[in-house]
């Protein structure tokens, strides 16, 4: 291989390179970087449901320069989350009336708002939802998936919140 061939490939590696970063720059596309919230401090408040809540303040904490304090009175603001539901539900039935697919629906609603009550975003509901099969013969399986589902949907629920927050404003 002669120096020239070896400069003319580095060349089209290099022009790829570009033209593939310019491809998915113009689409958008972005590597998820640091969140930037309009306040600096937060207390999450979700007494009913601390994996939640745990995994709210970590992704929060670790996502951002935003502190998570221990008190709403120390708090820029506070994220209320007064309800996390699971549910559970038949989607579909076999000919014989044993059950073939459930559906899984996790329900999140929460308010931002700070130390005086001034609401920094619309109160507002988060609901996700995930099917699966179901085969009586495999219990143990189904039992690991519909976990691994609700984990999922679980961290689906925390990145949507996340966005939201981003988009939070101080009242006027």
Avoid at 45 to 71: M, Q
Avoid at 135 to 162: K, S
Wanted: hydrophobic share 40%.
């Amino acid at each position: 291989m002669s120096s020239s061939d070896a400069s003319v490939g580095r060349m089209l590696r290099a022009g790829t390179a570009l033209l593939l970063s310019v491809a998915l720059g113009s689409c958008g596309f972005h590597l998820r970087g640091e969140s930037d919230f309009p306040f600096s401090s937060i207390f999450v408040n979700a007494p009913s449901a601390p994996p939640f809540a745990n995994e709210l303040a970590r992704a929060i904490g670790a996502g951002s320069r935003t502190k998570i304090v221990d008190s709403a009175g120390a708090a820029d603001v506070v994220l209320d989350v007064p309800i996390v539901v699971n549910d559970k539900d038949v989607l579909s039935l076999s000919s014989g009336g044993s059950v073939r697919e459930y559906a899984l629906v996790k329900r999140v609603q929460f308010r931002l708002h700070d130390r005086n009550g001034g609401d920094w975003m619309p109160a507002g509901e988060i609901i996700v939802r995930r099917s699966y099969t179901f085969n009586e013969t495999q219990v143990l399986a189904r039992d690991l998936q519909e976990q691994r589902l609700l984990r999922e949907m679980q961290t689906d629920a925390v990145q949507q919140i996340l966005r939201r927050l981003q988009t939070a404003r101080k009242p006027a």
